[in-house]
Structures are given as structure tokens and as C-alpha cells.
């Protein structure tokens, strides 16, 4: 029985603070041919961001050409930054098998599933274990303003609304359980049967 080689397009998604980033990073080490789609961004790098390696960080000038050039497979204003997937390189590391990661809000999410000429994708939201512990968590991280957490609380109010939109759930409470009913969810997809092209004989 043949087996359809293309790669897995996971869409992890959720409000900002949810900790998708540190669930992605894990799989990643976890599974090496996950691979995670280098987005661009007109935000400045943080420290420690490498250009290239965290984000290719662009000016508005030239992401504003990439918008003109139909490079983006999904782009968002994401807190007053722009970002963007870059098309092609996700496009050729799923033709090469690779497992291909989109760590994206959830408007660009949404939008990538609703593209008819996108293929076949599992979408995974990540979601807080409470409303208040979300708050927390932004206050805790210590990077914003209380403006900024007010804004970001009131995105996710939005974006929580839209659950239903995607094929998955994960409540990130404890990460190693979150892990692994994300592990759970891709064991399973593996053996969707769009993956297999049976060879059926001539009667
Ligand atoms: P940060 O600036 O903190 O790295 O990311 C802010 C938010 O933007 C996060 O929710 C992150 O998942 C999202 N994000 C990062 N890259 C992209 C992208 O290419 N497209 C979209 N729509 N969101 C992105």
C-alpha cells in the first residue's frame, strides 16, 4: 500500500499568552521533520530573536511589495504588528514530506482554512484554562503595558468565540498533558486515510 508522502500542515492557534509557542518548540525537538514556517514580521526583534530563525524581520516597505506579489499564504495585524506566511516555502516543504507548523493567530488561522486552494490541514486551538488565568499569565510575563493586557484580553474574548472553527482542542494547564493530546491528535491524522493511495488490482 503506497503511502501519500506529501507533509502535514499543523495549524497551531490561540490567544496571545496561551503558551503555543513553548508547545510548538516541544514538538519540534520531539519530532524533527515538524518544521516551523519562518513568518515575517515589520516588528522589532526582542532580544535573543535571530532575523532568519525566530522571524524575517522586514520593513513596511517590503512587506508591503511581499503583499503585492501575492507572497503570502495568510497575513495579519497582529497588536499593531504585521505578519505574514510566506507561501513558498511552506508550499515545497510539504511537496519534500515535511511536517510544516503555522504558529499564527487566530485570523490568519481562519483565514488559511477557509483558502479553498489550500490542501488538507489539522487545526489545533490552544486554549487557557480560564479566562482570568490568561490574564495572569500576560500580566505575569511583565512585557506589557496594562492598555496592551486590556487589548489582548479583549482579542481573545473575540477569538475564543470562533472554537468552533477548528478541528481541535487542547487546554493548556499542565504543558507535558497539553504535549501529549497534541501528540495524541497528530498519531492519529497519520493514519487518516487521505495519507494512503491503495493499489487496487486489475480484476
Ligand atoms: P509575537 O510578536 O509575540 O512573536 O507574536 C504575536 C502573535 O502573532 C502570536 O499570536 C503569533 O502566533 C502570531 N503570529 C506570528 N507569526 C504570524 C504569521 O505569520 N501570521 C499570523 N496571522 N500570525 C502570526
Known amino acids: 500500500?503506497?503511502?501519500?508522502?506529501?507533509?502535514?500542515?499543523?495549524?497551531?492557534?490561540?490567544?496571545?499568552?496561551?503558551?503555543?509557542?513553548?508547545?510548538?518548540?516541544?514538538?519540534?525537538?520531539?519530532?524533527?521533520?515538524?518544521?516551523?514556517?519562518?513568518?515575517?514580521?515589520?516588528?522589532?526583534?526582542?532580544?535573543?530573536?535571530?532575523?532568519?530563525?525566530?522571524?524575517?524581520?522586514?520593513?513596511?516597505?517590503?512587506?508591503?511589495r511581499m503583499l503585492a506579489e501575492d507572497a503570502f499564504l495568510e497575513h495579519a495585524v497582529v497588536h499593531d504588528n504585521r505578519y505574514g506566511t510566506l507561501r513558498k516555502p511552506v508550499e515545497e516543504m510539504l511537496e519534500e514530506g515535511k511536517n510544516v507548523i503555522l504558529e499564527i493567530d487566530p485570523q490568519g488561522a481562519i483565514?488559511?482554512?477557509?483558502?479553498?486552494?489550500?490542501?488538507?490541514?489539522?487545526?489545533?486551538?490552544?486554549?487557557?484554562?480560564?479566562?482570568?488565568?490568561?490574564?495572569?499569565?500576560?500580566t505575569a510575563r511583565k512585557t506589557d503595558q496594562p492598555e496592551v493586557i486590556r487589548r489582548r484580553m479583549k482579542n481573545a474574548r473575540i477569538e475564543l468565540a470562533k472554537l468552533d472553527r477548528y478541528q481541535y482542542a487542547i487546554v493548556n494547564d499542565k504543558i507535558d498533558v497539553a504535549f501529549?493530546?497534541?501528540?495524541?491528535?497528530?498519531k492519529a491524522e497519520k493514519q487518516r486515510t487521505i495519507r494512503y493511495m491503495p493499489e487496487i488490482p486489475e480484476d
Open 1 to 64: 500500500m503506497k503511502i501519500n508522502r506529501k507533509g502535514m500542515l499543523l495549524i497551531v492557534s490561540g490567544p496571545s499568552g496561551v503558551g503555543k509557542g513553548t508547545l510548538v518548540e516541544i514538538l519540534r525537538k520531539y519530532d524533527p521533520n515538524f518544521k516551523l514556517s519562518c513568518s515575517v514580521t515589520t516588528r522589532d526583534p526582542r532580544p535573543g530573536e535571530i532575523d532568519g530563525v525566530h522571524y524575517h524581520f522586514i520593513t513596511d516597505a517590503e512587506y508591503d
Open 180 to 186: 501529549d493530546q497534541l501528540l495524541n491528535i497528530i
Open 111 to 138: 483565514a488559511v482554512m477557509e483558502n479553498p486552494n489550500v490542501g488538507p490541514y489539522v487545526s489545533v486551538f490552544i486554549l487557557p484554562p480560564s479566562y482570568a488565568l490568561l490574564e495572569k499569565r500576560l
